[in-house]
C-alpha cells in the first residue's frame, strides 16, 4: 500500500479524505507536516495518520509519496530533496517561482525516476473534462473562442505571503490563473501571441495583481480569455467557462457542477438550452489525489507533469514581461516538448 505524507496543512483535509475514501486498500495518508504543530495534529486526525511533524525531513523515511501544498517560493528546495530521496511528488500549483526551479524539478523527478505531477485540479474537475471531451470530438463544431471567469474574494491576514510578489512568484495570474492557462493550452493548442492587463485596484491588499484580464491567439486561428479577480465582493459567474463553437456554445457552471449547450442564437429566443450533464458543486479536488496514485501504480505520464506543467508558466511569464513593455507578447513556442 502506498503511504501518503502531506507537507502543508491547509485547507484541504476534507479533499483529501474524500480521495482517501476512494483509494482504499491502495493508498493510505501516514504523515501530516506542518510549522503549526496543532495544524498539523488536526489534520492527521482527520485523515488518520500516525506521524506528526513539523519538519518535512523527519517524515521523509515514513512515505512512499508526498503532497507538497506550501508557500510558492518552497516548493522547489523541498520537491528536490523529496525526489531526490526517491520519493513521488505532487507538488501544489504553480510548480516553482522560475524557469530555472522547474527545470531542476523536471530533472531531478527524471533522475530519480519518480512520479512528479503538478496539481491543476481544476483538469480533473468533471464538468472540465465533459467540456474537453466534447470540444477535442468536434461535436458542436469547432470552437472558436473559450473564455473563462474566476470571481472570488481572497484576503489573507496582513503580512500574509499570499500577498506578496515574491511570496506568489507574481499575483493572481500566477498563482490562481495558471490553472485557467493550462486548460486553455490543452484545449486550444499551441499560443501564437497574447496581452495581459492586471491591477491590484479593488485588492490594495495584493503587492502584485489582484485582478487579470488575459487574450490569446492560437495558432488554430481560435482566441482564448481568462478573467480572474481576487477582488469579488458578490459574483454571478463565479468559476465559469463558456465555449462558443461553430454549432453551439457550452457553458460550464464549475461551481454548480453543470454543463449546457445553447443553440439559438436569437436573443429573445428560449427553450433551446440543453442540460448535457450535471455532478455535485464543488470543486472535486479528490480526482487529482486518484489520478497521482493511479500514475504511480500504473508508471502512467500525469496528465499535468512537469514539462506540460512548465509552458502555462513560460505563457505568464512572457504575458507579465510584455505587459511591462507595453507589447503584445509572443507565446510560439514555449513548450519543452517543442524541444525548447
Known amino acids: 500500500m502506498l503511504r501518503l505524507g502531506l507537507i502543508g496543512c491547509g485547507n484541504m483535509g476534507g479533499a483529501h479524505r474524500r480521495a482517501l475514501e476512494q483509494l482504499a486498500g491502495r493508498a493510505r495518508m501516514v504523515a501530516a507536516v506542518d510549522t503549526d504543530i496543532a495544524r498539523a495534529e488536526q489534520t492527521a486526525k482527520a485523515l488518520g495518520c500516525e506521524r506528526v511533524t513539523a519538519d518535512y525531513r523527519e517524515a521523509i523515511e515514513h512515505v512512499d509519496a508526498a503532497i507538497v501544498a506550501l508557500p510558492h517560493e518552497l516548493h522547489h528546495p523541498v520537491g528536490c530533496a523529496l525526489m531526490n530521496a526517491g520519493r513521488h511528488v505532487l507538488m501544489e500549483k504553480p510548480m516553482a517561482v522560475s524557469e530555472a526551479q522547474c527545470l531542476e524539478l523536471i530533472d531531478v523527478s527524471r533522475s530519480a525516476g519518480v512520479t512528479f505531477m503538478v496539481a491543476y485540479c481544476m483538469r480533473f474537475h468533471p464538468v472540465v473534462t465533459e467540456m474537453r471531451k466534447l470540444i477535442k470530438q468536434r461535436a458542436y463544431g469547432d470552437c472558436f473562442q473559450l473564455s473563462i471567469w474566476t470571481e472570488q474574494h481572497t484576503q489573507r491576514e496582513p503580512g500574509s505571503w499570499m500577498h506578496t510578489a515574491a511570496g506568489l512568484g507574481g499575483g493572481q495570474l500566477f498563482s490562481h490563473g495558471c490553472h485557467y492557462i493550462d486548460i486553455l493550452l490543452d484545449w486550444l493548442g499551441e499560443p501564437i501571441e497574447g496581452k495581459h492587463i492586471g491591477s491590484n485596484f479593488g485588492t490594495p491588499w495584493m503587492e502584485g495583481e489582484g485582478t487579470s484580464n488575459v487574450a490569446m491567439r492560437f495558432a488554430s486561428g481560435a482566441l482564448g480569455y481568462h478573467f ?35 443553440q439559438d442564437a436569437a436573443e429573445e429566443a428560449t427553450g433551446r438550452e440543453q442540460l448535457l450533464y450535471e455532478t455535485q458543486p464543488g470543486k472535486h479536488v479528490d480526482h487529482e489525489l486518484v489520478h497521482f496514485v493511479e500514475c504511480i501504480e500504473r508508471g502512467d505520464r500525469p496528465l499535468t507533469d512537469g514539462p506540460r506543467s512548465l509552458q502555462s508558466l513560460r505563457v505568464i511569464w512572457k504575458l507579465y514581461e510584455a505587459e511591462q513593455r507595453g507589447v503584445v507578447a509572443d507565446l510560439r513556442g514555449l513548450s519543452l516538448e517543442a524541444g525548447v
Open 228 to 262: 480572474g479577480t481576487w477582488g469579488a465582493m458578490g459574483t454571478r459567474l463565479k468559476y465559469a467557462i463558456h465555449a462558443h463553437s461553430t454549432r453551439g456554445m457550452l457553458e460550464g457552471q464549475l461551481s454548480a457542477g453543470r454543463l449546457i449547450l445553447h
